[in-house]
Each structure stands twice: as structure tokens, then as C-alpha cells.
């Protein structure tokens, strides 16, 4: 038995029993809110979008309790996380909105006037609020709380890997973007535009978000995961006959595959 649990019950188990509790109580009033507070969301930041930083949230906790960082995360307030995961995106502002840097604060407020009207504790209110504000990447508010580091990374993963890939290419389609500069399509001797090509958003924003990460876990499962956009980068210069060289601040990351 580890000395450092004295009540015997195992750190990941331990874990699970407060997820389960915190859904049986509350999960089923919160999904029921957010399917209408969500209904005119864009398919890349909907319901399902919510769903997977949730999942990823309790990923990032659950390698956290086997490492060495388990001492912290016996401070992992589920009552703050959870509800925060489940409204980080309440509020839809869209992509090329001038009003963007503001969604997770208009995101926050409405989460927690959503939480006041199931009855949910207020104590938990300012500690929810700031980690829905600053889980936004263009938002640059610093996370004050674990909560606040374990949400942003979960968001952050959702634009890595295969759902990265697939979010940015939905989001790029629909706010009318090409694949990729026909004549610079991997930036080399021009401005970043990634409100005008989407594999520009890989190189302005989505390769960098590894170095971004707040836990060892976040990074470990981000790493992996920009590995495959790597890949996919990879395969589409073989496919359009154009060489790819990617710049020293992105070579660790080749260690992904596709297809």
C-alpha cells in the first residue's frame, strides 16, 4: 500500500469513483442545458467537440495520478474541473469574429449563470469561471489553478492529431479558405495567412501548441499527437509533388504516421 494514500483506496480508482459521482449528480442537468445553449455551434466547436475535452480532461488526470505528478493532483477539484470542461465553449463566437479574444470570458459568465440555475455550489463559481477564461488560446490569460492547466491542455489537444486535422479543415471550408498557397504551399518566403490557407494554421498555430502545454501529460499526448499533422503535412507534399522543410522548431515532432 503506498504510505502517501492512508486511506487505501488507489489513486486512479479513487478518481474514477469522483468522476462517476460528479456525473451522476450533475451530468445529465448540464448535457441538458448545453443541447440548447449549443444548438447553432459550428461542427468543429459543437456538442461532440465538449464531449472529447471532457474525456481528454479526465485523460490528462488519469496519466497524471500514475506518474510522478500524483501528489497533484489530490489537489484536482473535479467540482471545478468538470463543470468547466462541460461550458468551456457555452458562448460560440466564430473564428474570424472580431469579438474571438473575448469568447471565453462571455463563455465563463454564461457558464456560471447556467450553474447558478441548476443549483450548483456558488463557492465553486470563480474557480470555474477562471478556467473557462483562460483555457482560450488567443485569450493569453495565465492559469492560475490546476483546473485552469488541465482544461486548457484538453482543449488543446482537440486541435491535434486525427480530430485536429478534421476540425481545421471544417473550419477552414467554412469560413471559405483554400487548402494551401498554390504557388508557397508550405511558408517558406512568405507571411503566415492562416485566415486565408488552413495548412497555414498548422505552422502559425497548431505544431507550436506541444511547447504550450501546462502538464507533463498534456505534452506527452500533445507531442504524439502533432506528430500525425506531421505526417499528414508530409503526405500531402508527396502527393502535390512539392517538397516540405520543416524549420528546426518542428523536426522532433516527425514521429508520427498517416494512412
Known sequence: MNSGNPGGIEPSRDLGQ???AWD?????LVLERLRVQMADADPAHGLEHVQRVVRNACLIAKKLVNSSDSAGLREVDFEVLLPA???????YVPKNSAQRSEAS???ADRAVALLAELGYPAAKFPAIAHAIESHSF???IPCRSLEAQVLQDADRLEA????GLARCLMTGGSMGQRLYHPEDPFPTARELRDDQQSVDHFFAKLLKLPSTMQTE?????AKERAGYLVAFLEQLAQEIGVPIQLSSEFRGLQNG???
Do not use: N, P, T, Y
Open 18 to 20: 469522483r468522476i462517476e
Open 24 to 28: 451522476g449528480q450533475w451530468g445529465r
Open 85 to 91: 470542461a462541460w461550458f468551456h465553449d457555452c458562448v
Open 105 to 107: 470570458r462571455l463563455a
Open 138 to 140: 488567443s485569450a493569453q
Open 160 to 163: 491535434l492529431g486525427a480530430i
Open 217 to 221: 501529460s498534456g505534452k506527452q499526448i
Open 257 to 259: 504516421s498517416f494512412g
